[in-house]
């Protein structure tokens, strides 16, 4: 409940606070410009001097509630849930879609070891392979 509360005054404040850095008058008139002006009808009624020192206290305010509201969020959005290990959960527990593995593996008869026999050697094809030579018998 508190947290909602904190985050809806933060909204808020984030519009305020736009809205009170786009209205000031810079260098080059700003937004402010588009609006009239210096001679516009909020600075008529308070003036021009006391018009930029409202917008810029209400900048200073304003960010300064953003971020004090923004610090204590956080710190309670990291008490609610804190991260676990996932070495600290347990080889207790198991997924529901995994099966479980079978207590004892079947039987698988042995095979005799395929008997090797020396590699015979062909001749490349197109090639043709002569007798060996032997020395005539005297």
């Not at 909204?11 to 260098?27: E, F, P, R, Y």
């Not at 529901?96 to 070891?113: F, Q």
Request: charged letters at 10%; aromatic letters at 6%; glycine letters at 10%.
């Amino acid at each position: 409940m508190l947290y909602t509360f904190l985050l809806t005054l933060l909204v808020i404040d984030c519009v305020v606070l736009v809205l009170a850095i786009l209205l000031q008058s810079g260098k080059g008139g700003g937004l402010a410009a588009s609006f009239g002006g210096a001679s516009s009808s909020p600075d008529a009624l308070i003036g021009i001097r006391q018009a930029g020192n409202l917008l810029t206290t209400m900048s200073w305010w304003g960010g300064g509630i953003f971020l004090g509201l923004s610090f204590i969020l956080q710190i309670m959005s990291t008490h609610t849930s804190a991260p676990r290990s996932v070495l600290e959960k347990g080889l207790g527990t198991r997924p529901a879609n995994v099966a479980p593995a079978p207590t004892s593996a079947p039987a698988v008869p042995l095979e005799p070891a395929p008997t090797t026999t020396s590699p015979t050697t062909t001749a490349p094809k197109g090639t043709t392979t002569k007798p060996p030579v032997t020395a005539p018998k005297r």
